[in-house]
């Protein structure tokens, strides 16, 4: 006859440890997981986003009408104004 061999307690012990270890892992993996596919999500949003300012901003580009985009983008972001015209600011508001 055989006998069979006990396992001993540090054995055990080792073994609990190691399911805790391996459970707690798994879990932190999962919630980095899911918080890479959230950023991964917005990153996607923003691609997809400026590609489609790429697309506007070439088709202006490749466009006849490329002297009113200029005079616009002068005129809102640089404040230039043309020959001869007066600008009013309202103070009011502020």
Known sequence: MRRKKRVGLATKIFVAIFAVYAA??????????SAKREEQAALQAQIEEQSLRNAEIEALLNSEDNDEYIARIARDKLGYVSPGERVFVDISSK
Do not use: D, P, W
């Open 24 to 33: 707690f892992t798994l879990v932190s993996l999962q919630i980095q997981i």
